[in-house]
């Protein structure tokens, strides 16, 4: 998943280092550079990757203010798990220096509550080879001409918690702004969502996640919501099996009416939206018992999981076919270990079964 907007890197092993060179590029001092090193630290999980501009979330020009957004978001989010978990996340600050901008990568891996938790923004441009010009196109920018490749600006923040106990859902989120130039002219859009895969069904966390996330559009449309969960349970299908791949949430792209700033402020909000909508599922069931038969049925849904991220999440197949493409980034998503089990079938009547109900045939949930 993005940053599935993770396009042509070099990974950095050492924040620090990457600021450092970054700055220096820039024309800093050592005394701005440590300045700004520290205030970036304070605010963000690592140096903001635009360097030595205001991200200001009220004013200015969009790429700015989303980068402000993203950074926030991973910041909140990252300590919010860690305050759970105990452990600290790993912090990859990497840089594009050939065609510009960079990301940060955050991945909590074997900690107490979570198995593998990442949390990922990148701020990149450069060019969309045609192949990607050929999907957006297909997606409807028709004004995008075809065959030639074209300057693109695209910025992102992109997680997937997969935690310990089976009893605690997956989440899955991300929320995009993306700039296209063709023939002189700026198509812009913004898309994102945030979704649940529960392994074994509560209708309590599932009616919690929903309303938490119908609050979130309700401001901005009243039909947001409903339109955005109909758009989720019809994107995030495995369809050679015929199931879901959780219990749904919200999901859109290419919005670019009324305004960008009202694109902007529903984005913000969305993203708000995701740790009361999230963490409070974590705490009710993070010390759950359960048997090794729950832990392989999680693995079971686990591999349905990579199934649904290989086969035909758009944004993973967008990275493979963009040259140079940080794959570690890209594959943030997968879990560190999953199943496949032939001809696997759970009783009708038995958890498991229910679950699966519900995965063949979405609900509404609020």
Same mark, same amino acid.
């Given at each position: ?23 220096? %590029? ?14 970036? !630290? ?64 955050? %991945? ?5 509550? &979570? ?44 997680? %997937? ?62 039909? &947001? ?40 402020? &529903? ?5 708000? !939206? ?93």
């Amino acid at each position: 998943m993005f940053a599935k907007f993770s396009f042509t890197v070099r990974a950095c092993g050492v924040a620090g280092c990457v600021a450092g060179a970054a700055a220096a %590029v820039a024309g800093w001092t050592s005394a701005e550079q440590n300045n700004h090193v520290m205030l970036a !630290s304070s605010a963000y999980m690592a140096q903001q990757i635009t360097p030595n501009i205001s991200l200001d979330s009220s004013a200015g020009d969009m790429r700015h203010r989303m980068e402000g957004l993203i950074l926030r978001t991973q910041k909140d989010l990252c300590d919010a798990l860690s305050k759970i978990d105990g452990k600290e996340f790993r912090v990859d600050r990497w840089l594009r220096p050939n065609e510009g901008g960079g990301g940060i990568s955050c %991945v909590l891996q074997d900690g107490k509550v &979570f198995e593998k938790a990442g949390v990922n923004i990148s701020v990149v441009k450069g060019v969309l080879p045609p192949e990607a010009v050929k999907q957006m196109r297909a997606r409807g920018h028709s004004a995008l001409k075809e065959g030639e490749s074209l300057p693109f600006f695209a910025c992102g923040v992109s997680s %997937v918690i997969h935690p310990r106990n089976p009893f605690v859902p997956t989440l899955h989120f991300n929320y995009r702004y993306f700039e296209v130039i063709s023939d002189n002219q700026r198509i812009w859009w913004f898309g994102g969502g945030t979704d649940l895969t529960p392994y074994y069904l509560d209708e309590t966390d599932a009616k919690h996640f929903h309303s938490t996330l119908e609050k979130a559009c309700r401001p901005h449309n009243p039909s &947001f919501y409903q339109r955005f969960k109909k758009t989720c349970d019809n994107y995030f299908v495995i369809k050679f099996r015929g199931e879901r791949r959780g219990v749904g949430g919200i999901f859109f792209d290419d919005m670019d009416q009324p305004s960008a700033d009202a694109c902007y402020q &529903f984005v913000d909000s969305c993203a708000k !939206s995701v740790i009361p909508s999230y963490i409070p599922i974590v705490k009710r069931h993070y010390r759950d018992p359960y048997t090794d038969r729950h832990r392989q049925w999680q693995l079971l849904r686990r591999g349905r999981y990579v199934e649904f991220n290989l086969v035909y999440d758009r944004g993973t197949k967008f990275g493979f076919n963009t040259p140079g493409a940080r794959i570690e980034s890209i594959l943030m998503s997968l879990p560190l270990e999953a199943r496949w089990e032939y001809m696997h079938e759970p009783e009708p009547n038995s958890p498991e079964g229910k679950m699966m109900a519900v995965l063949k045939n979405p609900r509404d949930w609020i």
